[in-house]
């Protein structure tokens, strides 16, 4: 009987043992797994900062929201107490009621899920996650479900507890979670589900956006609104479980339909061209994570109005007759800027805009600017070198030839014929090519050259290349550069005529911020002065009669208000042009095909397609402003000239060849028309000497009566 009761004593003492042992093992793997899980994170959660992403902000010209640059995630950060209290207690309600009264770790919710799990679906493992919880996984962890996790998110959840207050650790939440359609955090959320700021939100509002947190597509109202509605009205629900609402005030709020908008819509409708020269700038500048990231607020001299007006004038004067067929159609580009500060209102890279940071044709093209290139390299050098408007110039055939090549240039005009003795004003109405090549002549290359550079010209070869090109040729006179010029330098150097001989460098950026609102550059304009007033005057002068006048060749242009232009058109036909100006905005407009093809088929001239889209876009740009005229310098003077000698008129100066003419005030003729005196007729008399033909002797000093020196008397 004893042995029988020692054995079960033994018997008990050995299944005790093997119970503790068993526990200890347990325990120590458990301590073993769960310090290891430890372990592993500790480094994640060394500095406990949140470091979300934050979406950058464009801003146009007035300082409207243009459009946002984010990557995966768009985020904008709002600060909680901007919030209305409706819209926290909704989320607490939705996702952590007890928030407030835990330390970041809910016991009852983990009693709650392990139960499920030992008890429930075998192949799921479900989740007791508070708001902190939640937070650490986004914030510093992989959003993975498994046990260790559990630990790893517990861990960092106390020590967040530890480090910032309830209130702060709800900020961060909130900023950080995913909504739905890209956007992340409650203030991304709102614009992309409700089109406002989360702080304008409304309960039913607020409570859907709440829902959204267990499942944002599944939720989204726009691809599942019955989903929507009932998750909605759960939320809503809970809120008046909670007491933050009252069960009145539930139903209440369940009869307001969700007026969310789509979620298909595109944030930038027009204006792609000019985001892209945007956004080339700053990731040259900035890291690409700080541009679509870091909450930069960019100020950009962007006009969506003008932006706009480009791009329909291209659209109305083209897309009948040349409709858009891909990237071997017919191509145009524009660009519009303020002369007086240089920054750019609208850029039209091309009809169609391919994929994002592009070729963009209005910034990164070089093409051949044709007789658009006269005013620049020809015209205004030579009245800075003291020719004027009516200085006379003989459009006749002529041929240089150059010694060391042997290579001959002859220019010929448009029309194939040539009209004589022509003012400068006329040869610029009618863009006459030999009286610019003749007219360079004067001033030489070298001045030619330098003056377009100095205008804004950035493209020029001063220098032979190793394939011995080079810009200082005699084509240059008539546009054909070596590598051309792009329509940005061709609206610098044109802003220079319509701000009185200030250069002014183009500016797209005006300032960037970073998220904190500090500045990180800033851009005010860079004046030169680089021709006198008076050269600026006397050449707007000028190509105001080629848009105004009958025979310009850029009247197609004329918007009925003050305006000067100058068309240009490549001898190939390649590339067709109109560059003009009012005395506030100068506007470029460039058409040809990306392959240089021909146009000659359709016969496209700078004074065609090209005015009439610079005429559609400027009508519209400057139909608010009043009418402002040029403002002439008080040097500039007016006098009558004969219009075959440049001179005063003199008595038999037909009134044809007479017109008012423009001039800097010393410049101005004092001499009489030599080209139109009388012609006598060459009829001899024998023995007869008229006045004038005695040496020393006018015919106004003879008298009646007198007689002639071997005159015969009677006898």
């Not at 507890?161 to 650790?169: A, F, L, P, Q, V």
Request: glycine share 8%; proline share 6%; charged share 25%.
């Amino acid at each position: 009987m004893a042995k029988t009761k020692t054995r079960r004593v033994n018997v008990f003492l050995i299944l005790l043992y093997v119970m503790l042992a068993a526990i200890l093992i347990v325990g120590g793997v458990t301590a073993a797994f769960v310090f290891s899980a430890i372990k592993e994170v500790l480094p994640v959660l060394a500095d406990l900062e949140p470091k979300p992403s934050q979406t950058s902000f464009v801003y146009d010209k007035d300082g409207r929201v243009w459009t946002e640059l984010h990557a995966t995630e768009n985020r904008v950060l709002i600060e909680l107490e901007e919030l209305p209290q409706h819209v926290k207690d909704a989320i607490l309600a939705a996702e952590d009621h007890r928030f407030y009264d835990h330390f970041g770790v809910d016991l009852r919710a983990i009693m709650r899920a392990f139960v499920i799990n030992v008890f429930g679906d075998s192949n799921t493992v479900q989740g007791g996650s508070t708001i902190t919880q939640q937070l650490a996984k986004k914030a510093f962890l992989t959003d993975t479900q498994s046990y260790k996790r559990k630990i790893q998110d517990a861990t960092a959840a106390i020590m967040l507890e530890r480090k910032y207050t309830k209130d702060e650790i709800l900020e961060m939440y909130l900023n950080q979670v995913p909504f739905g359609r890209g956007a992340y955090g409650i203030e991304a959320g709102a614009r992309a589900f409700f089109g406002k700021s989360a702080s304008e939100l409304t309960v039913p509002e607020a409570a859907m956006m709440a829902g959204l947190l267990r499942g944002p597509s599944y939720y989204d109202p726009t691809d599942n609104p019955e989903n929507a509605l009932k998750r909605r009205n759960t939320v809503l629900d809970q809120m008046a479980e909670y007491g933050y609402i009252t069960e009145a005030e539930c139903e209440e709020y369940k009869k307001a339909p969700i007026n969310a908008i789509s979620g298909r819509q595109s944030v930038v409708t027009s204006g792609g061209y000019y985001l892209d020269y945007v956004l080339k700038q700053l990731l040259s500048r900035y890291p690409a994570d700080m541009v679509y990231g870091g909450g930069l607020k960019i100020y950009t001299a962007y006009s969506p109005e003008a932006q706009e007006a480009a791009e329909k004038a291209i659209a109305t004067v083209l897309d009948k007759e040349f409709p858009y067929e891909g990237t071997d159609s017919m191509q145009a580009a524009s660009i519009v800027m303020d002369a007086k500060t240089g920054h750019l209102l609208a850029i039209v890279g091309g009809r169609k805009r391919e994929g994002s940071l592009g070729w963009n044709r209005a910034i990164d093209a070089k093409r051949q600017p044709g007789s658009s290139f006269k005013p620049l390299a020809v015209y205004v050098p030579a009245l800075e070198e003291g020719l004027g408007p009516g200085t006379v110039i003989d459009d006749s055939p002529i041929t240089w030839t150059d010694p060391a090549t042997g290579e001959r240039f002859s220019p010929r005009n448009y029309s194939g014929t040539f009209q004589g003795l022509v003012t400068l004003r006329t040869a610029v109405r009618e863009s006459l090519n030999v009286v610019a090549a003749k007219v360079q002549d004067i001033i030489g290359l070298r001045k030619s050259l330098e003056m377009a550079e100095r205008m804004g010209i950035t493209s020029l070869v001063k220098e032979p290349t190793p394939d011995g090109r080079s810009d200082l040729t005699r084509s240059l006179a008539l546009g054909g550069l070596t590598y051309g010029a792009s329509p940005l330098d061709m609206a610098v150097a044109y802003g220079v005529l319509a701000n009185r001989g200030i250069k002014v460098e183009p500016i797209s950026i005006i300032r960037v911020e970073d998220k904190n609102g500090n500045v990180l550059e800033e851009h005010v304009p860079k004046r030169e002065l680089v021709i006198s007033e008076e050269t600026a005057y006397l050449m707007t002068s000028m190509l105001q009669s080629a848009v105004k006048e009958q025979y310009g060749t850029g009247r197609a242009a004329d918007i009925g208000k003050p305006c000067a232009g100058k068309t240009g058109t490549t001898s190939n036909w390649k590339d067709a042009w109109f560059c003009g100006y009012t005395p506030s905005l100068v506007g470029v407009v460039w058409m040809g095909f990306d392959q240089e093809k021909t146009m000659e088929q359709w016969k496209i001239t700078g004074g065609s397609y090209p005015a009439r889209i610079w005429k559609e876009m400027m009508s519209v740009i400057t139909a608010k402003q009043a009418p402002e005229d040029f403002v002439k310098p008080s040097t500039i003077v007016t006098s009558p000239i004969c219009k075959k000698s440049g001179l005063l008129p003199g008595p038999f100066c037909p009134e044809e060849d007479i017109a008012e003419e423009l001039f800097v005030k010393e410049r101005q003729p004092n001499s009489m028309c030599t080209y139109h005196v009388p012609q006598f007729p060459d009829i001899e008399f024998p023995g007869v000497q008229f006045p004038g033909e005695i040496p020393g002797q006018e015919p106004w000093d003879q008298t009646p009566g007198d007689g002639n020196p071997g005159e015969q008397n009677p006898g």
